[in-house]
């Protein structure tokens, strides 16, 4: 009788157990679905798209180059008579630098001039020779007019030929001037090839290496490549600011006056030159430049806070308010300054963009509340 009791007991005391477990069931679901604690959507964050400009910059290397380079070679060949400047040495257009001499070139030019003395004296003759018969052909009889003619075919023969004595007598006197080599502009001679006695003549031909390297120093130009992504801020009249190693402490400044107006096939950027005055020869040429060329954009661009923009592993988009509902907009981005950045896809002029984008603001979600600032 005793163990039917302790059945009973345990049956009555698991049915009370398991009523327990289903009435709090029963009122915690009560309890979720109880209509009076409904979410509320907290507020949007906005503000009125509007277009701008960005003024920033970019730092790219650069290369300072002489204004003008020359290598100076013998036009003939020759021997090195006197050198008159020196590596270092500060030279001025038509200055004398080098005096070569060619035995040879004196020689052909005293036969020249002898040639051309004959050929004159020939001239003379047939010329003296032809105004003596016209005159005498005057008188009726006296001369045929086919030896008139001939006369006078001699004489412009001898003058044909007379000119041809003259062009060469001037051609080696022309020679014999490249043995003179004078300063082609103003500047400083940066290397010295040769020295006094040195055979010298045209780039192959006697000299693999020029006589002298002739630079402009007091006008330089800064050479950088800009990349493509922005050769759309630049323009003529640009002002940059760089700055060399050796001169750290230092900025210079210049302006943009050459644009290649092509991009490089190898490093897809555009060339560009900037003259820089250098009259204290501070700067040198072959220095390295650290050049900040200026990047100024165009105000029908539109520029949003950098937080408006939400990267998604669907795309980039801002998040546009319309009929109080959030639409997601794909865009493609610009630069980015302080905080703002360039934005490029369909708005306008005036739409409601969330400030702080995320993926939280689901697309075609409720915004029944919304901040415009």
């Known amino acids: 009788m005793n163990s039917g009791f302790r059945i009973t007991f345990s049956l009555l005391s698991a049915m009370m157990i398991t009523a327990g477990l289903q009435s709090c069931s029963s009122s915690g679901a009560k309890e979720a679905k109880d209509p009076s604690a409904t979410e509320i959507a907290p507020a949007l964050d906005a503000f009125s798209l509007e277009k701008g400009s960005l003024s920033s910059s ?38 004398l630098l080098v005096t070569m ?14 040639r051309l003395k004959s050929q004159e004296a020939i001239y003379l003759s047939s010329k003296a020779t032809y105004d003596r018969l016209l005159e005498t052909s005057k008188t009726p009889g006296t001369i045929s007019q086919n030896d008139l003619d001939v006369a006078f075919a001699r004489q412009k023969s001898d003058l044909a030929q007379l000119e041809a004595a003259r ?25 010295r090839n040769v ?3 040195a055979y010298v003549g045209p780039s192959g031909k006697g000299s693999e290496l020029p006589i002298f390297t002739l630079q402009e120093q007091k006008k330089l130009r800064l050479v950088v490549s800009v990349p493509e992504a922005y050769t759309s801020y630049l323009n003529n009249q640009s002002e940059v600011n760089f700055t060399v190693r050796s001169l750290a402490d230092k900025q210079f400044k210049g302006k943009v006056i050459r644009l290649a107006g092509a991009l490089d096939r190898k490093l897809r950027a555009q060339h560009i030159e900037i003259d820089v005055a250098n009259n204290d020869k501070s700067l040198l040429p072959g220095m390295v430049a650290e050049v900040a060329v200026p990047l100024t954009g165009s105000a029908s661009n539109f520029l949003v806070p950098s937080t408006a923009i939400l990267n998604s592993t669907k795309g980039i988009y801002v998040v546009k308010i319309e009929n109080k509902k959030t639409k997601w907009i794909p865009v493609t981005t610009g630069r980015t300054e302080k905080g703002k950045t360039e934005v490029f896809g369909e708005l306008n002029t005036g739409d409601t963009l969330v400030t702080i984008a995320s993926e939280e603001v689901r697309d075609n979600a409720p915004a029944d509340h919304v901040n415009v600032k």
Not at 64 to 89: E, R, T
Not at 102 to 107: L, T
Not at 167 to 191: C, K, M, Q
């Open 58 to 95: 970019i730092q790219i290397p650069g290369e300072l180059v002489a204004f003008q380079q020359v290598d100076l070679y013998a036009k003939v060949n020759s021997f090195v008579k006197k050198m008159n400047v020196d590596v270092g040495s500060e030279v001025s257009a038509g200055q």
């Open 101 to 114: 001499e060619a035995p040879e070139i004196n020689s052909q030019l005293s036969g020249a001039e002898s």
């Open 167 to 191: 062009a060469a007598h001037r051609e080696i006197g022309d020679n014999r001037n490249y043995l003179e080599i004078r300063a082609p502009f103003s500047g400083v001679i940066t290397a």
């Open 195 to 197: 020295s006094a006695g």
